[in-house]
């Protein structure tokens, strides 16, 4: 039976019978193996008398043993000893390889359509201002609007607040619901004969929406517009196919499911033929035609090196590189279906511990439409995340009040999801007692066949 089958029965019996359950799974999991290969990992189990659960790898996924080597390696060897050589050695080239490593694992992308360098804000940015100025300017002068929705991510509007201002443009906002996403029909109605791009996250950042890809693109383009996609939320964790479903434009943040660290690097995607037509506004030597040349004009470079800009941030790109080999060696699809069982186990405590405590679920239950991570939501769940993270229980908190349980497949088990949520359940239990601490409230459910 695969995990996907087994965790629809995860609701039934207690919560011997659910832990068990989870034992089980990782115990038939073909991808537990990976779960070792990450640091702090070894820290959750029966051993340890805290359990410590980390439910936040949607918004900074754990290191990798192997980032540790690679980045000590790195200071000891490759800059230590090799010094300013190293750039004709091998950095140079590390932006446009490790993109094309990632657009093979995760992305459904050829060779030489996607880039690694600077953050998710400003090559959201470089993208979308060469696509507005190309439709707009270059190419059709009644393409005024930019399409975006009133939930996406902040930087995402507030970027395009300032595109749109610069350039004189005018912003449709699709009115999204936060609980859910935006769908094919909403772009439908919102797109047409003016519309020049439209930008939209692939996975709901508060919700964990999954939208239509292919779909939404397909309708884009009918109109005669571009789309940007956002996939920091679903790179590494959902399958995608950027090729295949003809996107024009996509960017995405390293620091998430693909372990790349603090402050990591974002990577951008840009469809091989318009490479050569979109320009890019932020013109520097990384991305002319001869870097050491220096003449005195910017000339680009052909292809997807136009689209950087300065030194690319190397040491900021090594950790990355391992989890991308881990999914590739794994298989994007293989992660997905550990994805989609740990999202419906938690969904099924969820529903058997919180949702009697007064919890909304508001991540879609419906996998097909659910992203890596399960939203819910209560009044109390801004103390609840700080006593959790008192606890080295760790989920994420968004206003006014959600909680989200983010769930990465490469370095979480079913018996961490199992004490995360239990533990959510004991401190939510307590603060609606008006005590503190996970003991109050675990105490306060001993003998209820369910834990309650």
């Given at each position: 039976m695969t995990p996907r089958t087994e965790s629809?029965?995860?609701?039934?019996?207690?919560?011997?019978?659910?832990?068990?359950?989870?034992?089980?799974?990782?115990?038939?999991d073909g991808l537990a193996h990976y779960r070792r290969q990450f640091v702090g990992t070894d820290a959750v189990g029966d051993a340890n008398p805290n359990p410590f659960a980390y439910l936040d790898g949607n918004s900074l996924g754990r290191p990798t043993l192997a980032g540790v080597a690679r980045i000590t390696e790195f200071l000891t060897h490759d800059w230590g000893t090799r010094l300013i050589r190293g750039w004709d050695e091998e950095w140079m080239g590390l932006p446009l390889k490790i993109g094309d490593d990632l657009g093979r694992a995760a992305l459904g992308a050829g060779s030489g359509q996607v880039f690694v360098g600077d953050s998710t804000t400003v090559l959201l940015y470089k993208l979308a201002r060469a696509a507005v100025d190309y439709r707009r300017i270059d190419t059709d002068p009644v393409r005024t609007e930019i399409v975006l929705d009133t939930d996406n991510f902040p930087t995402d509007r507030y970027l395009l607040e300032g595109i749109a201002a610069e350039r004189g443009l005018t912003l449709h906002w699709i009115h999204s619901d936060p609980a859910a996403g935006v769908t094919v029909d909403q772009v439908r109605h919102a797109v047409g004969p003016q519309t020049a791009l439209v930008l939209l996250s692939h996975v709901a950042y508060r919700s964990g929406f999954l939208a239509d890809m292919r779909a939404i693109t397909d309708q884009v383009h009918a109109v005669g517009g571009l789309v940007l996609w956002d996939l920091s939320h679903s790179v590494g964790s959902v399958p995608v196919e950027l090729d295949l479903c003809d996107v024009d434009l996509a960017v995405g943040c390293s620091y998430k499911y693909l372990n790349g660290g603090p402050g990591a690097p974002a990577f951008g995607y840009v469809r091989r033929d318009l490479q050569d037509v979109l320009t890019q506004p932020i013109q520097g030597w990384m991305g002319t035609k001869d870097v050491f040349t220096m003449g005195p004009g910017y000339v680009p470079a052909d292809g997807i090196r136009r689209f950087m800009s300065g030194t690319p941030p190397i040491v900021g790109m090594l950790a990355m590189q391992d989890t991308i080999a881990m999914i590739e060696e794994a298989g994007i699809d293989q992660v997905r279906a550990k994805s989609v069982a740990l999202t419906e186990f938690a969904l099924s405590l969820v529903d058997t511990w919180l949702v009697p405590l007064g919890v909304r679920v508001t991540s879609p239950r419906e996998h097909t439409h659910r992203g890596g991570h399960v939203t819910i939501n209560h009044p109390a769940m801004r103390q609840v995340t700080k006593t959790l993270w008192e606890h080295d229980v760790i989920p994420d908190f968004r206003g006014p009040?959600?909680?989200?349980?983010?769930?990465?497949?490469?370095?979480?088990?079913?018996?961490?999801?199992?004490?995360?949520?239990?533990?959510?359940?004991?401190?939510?239990?307590?603060?609606?007692?008006?005590?503190?601490?996970?003991?109050?409230?675990?105490?306060?459910?001993?003998?209820?066949?369910?834990?309650?």
């Open positions: 629809s029965h995860a609701g039934l019996g207690g919560q011997d019978a659910q832990l068990a359950f989870a034992r089980r799974m990782d115990r038939i009040d959600a909680l989200r349980i983010g769930l990465s497949p490469l370095s979480t088990s079913f018996v961490e999801t199992f004490e995360g949520v239990a533990a959510i359940r004991d401190v939510l239990r307590g603060v609606l007692l008006g005590q503190s601490g996970l003991a109050a409230g675990a105490e306060a459910g001993r003998g209820t066949p369910t834990g309650l």
